[in-house]
């Protein structure tokens, strides 16, 4: 029974090979005759479709990659730029595929993904579109994210918040972004400063309106939590962060009315996590930890884990 599925898996693989060496040869350059790139593309793009369909990522992106060259012929900038984002997706799913069941990957399709995604921004920063080149550049972010290349990441998100200079409020959620991949890295000294930027920024209303409000919030509670890690003695904290902290331990009728958009049982568990830091009560805060647990996010919760960590590492010490 194996046999026949094999003859028939390699005959479909010839028929894809056939099918694309004759697409390719209509693009051939012959005497008096002008090649028909956009014939050619429709057709790259249209076996690329079907390649992905049947999850058939390695092929679907060569597909996709032809198409892009096609475009590039045509002078196509959407279109080429496209292809090339079309072609790197399919590699990164290539690659996720080998991460997710933990094989051994010589990160070729990786390589090649970053490539073609390097192609796609190249193409609209060239024609001066830098709103799809930053969301090129956010989309190569993410992916590098969820594989866990922290570093790499940082970078391309660091390229999107450049093209997003006019546009405040993205660049502050992208900012956020690089912030995250810097906790992840444990760089919690710059991944603070990060955060502090952005806390400042919507705090004087730079970035919009409710997803600013939003951003702010998460933002704000992190960095709380971010220097309740760090143990930073009050005297040497920065005059904003002592604000902060002093926000967040003022009675709670008063502060109710400073944080209306946030929970008030987050609030309470804040407000006690710290006086438990402040008073180095491990024992509070191992008690806290579980409760407020489930009222971050998980950018947050690690940074609550790290804590905790932190704050046990010292007793044992002592």
């Not at 930053?134 to 570093?151: D, I, S, V």
């Amino acid at each position: 029974a194996t046999q026949p599925k094999m003859a028939q898996l390699d005959a479909r693989s010839q028929g894809l090979f056939d099918h694309y060496k004759a697409i390719s040869n209509k693009i051939k350059k012959r005497l008096l005759k002008k090649p028909n790139y956009r014939e050619a593309s429709d057709e790259y793009g249209k076996l690329a479709n079907s390649l992905k369909n049947d999850e058939n990522s390695q092929y679907a992106s060569l597909c996709f990659s032809a198409m892009a060259k096609c475009d590039q012929m045509m002078d196509d900038i959407p279109g080429e730029a496209e292809a090339w984002a079309n072609a790197g997706r399919q590699f990164f799913q290539a690659e996720e595929i080998l991460f997710l069941s933990r094989s051994a990957s010589y990160e070729e399709s990786l390589e090649a993904a970053v490539q073609c995604f390097s192609l796609a921004i190249q193409a609209q920063h060239k024609k001066g579109n830098n709103v799809m080149a930053a969301m090129f550049c956010l989309e190569l972010g993410h992916w590098l994210k969820k594989l866990r290349k922290y570093h790499e990441a940082i970078g391309y998100f660091q390229k999107a918040a450049d093209f997003q200079s006019d546009v405040p409020e993205c660049q502050l959620h992208t900012l956020f972004e690089i912030a995250s991949c810097k906790l992840q890295l444990r760089e919690h000294d710059s991944a603070l400063g990060i955060l502090s930027r952005i806390v400042r920024e919507t705090t004087d209303g730079k970035g919009g309106g409710g997803a600013s409000a939003s951003l702010h919030r998460r933002c704000e509670i992190t960095v709380v939590l971010l220097l309740l890690s760090l143990q930073f003695p009050r005297k040497y904290m920065k005059p904003e962060h002592t604000l902060l902290l002093d926000k967040y331990t003022r009675d709670l009728s008063i502060t109710g009315a400073l944080h209306e958009d946030v929970d008030c049982s987050l609030l309470v568990l804040l407000q006690s996590l710290i006086v438990a830091v402040e008073e180095k009560d491990c024992t509070l805060i191992s008690a806290i930890q579980p409760q407020l647990w489930s009222l971050l996010d998980p950018i947050q919760q690690n940074v609550l884990y790290l804590l905790t960590e932190t704050h046990s590492h010292t007793v044992r010490l002592l």
